[in-house]
């Protein structure tokens, strides 16, 4: 499988941004999928997550209730739906698969990573 991210760009505190996630391959639906973010100087850290089905989802507390994570599995893609972003939320992020149920916040168990998509939040 491979990843592509998009959607990364500048925006305001307060603002709001949509990222995709494509990816390659006919068996998308049977990935459990992943948002990781890391800042400059910090460790990756996990944003949200959402099992093959699209029934379950996860968030790191920081951005529940402001993030969201879907799929569209006609399209082979995922989104996270960013709003009233922090400048703390600026980052690269990065979508990422694995081939089970469901990947969980730990980025050891997603085999497959996407280019990453910077994110910056500054007024």
């Known amino acids: 499988v491979q990843l592509q991210a998009s959607g990364g760009g500048l925006v305001q505190p307060g603002g709001s941004l949509r990222l995709s996630c494509t990816a390659s391959g006919r068996t998308f639906s049977s990935y459990a999928m992943g948002w990781f973010r890391q800042a400059p100087g910090m460790e990756r850290e996990f944003v949200a997550t959402?099992?093959?089905?699209?029934?379950?989802?996860y968030y790191e507390d920081s951005v529940k209730g402001r993030f969201t994570i879907s799929r569209a599995s006609t399209k082979n893609t995922v989104y996270l739906q960013m709003n009233s972003l922090k400048p703390e939320d600026a980052a690269v992020y990065y979508c990422a698969a694995t081939k089970t149920g469901w990947g969980g916040a730990i980025a050891a168990k997603y085999k497959y990573w996407g280019q990453g998509t910077l994110v910056t939040v500054s007024s």
């Open positions: 959402i099992s093959w089905g699209g029934n379950t989802t």
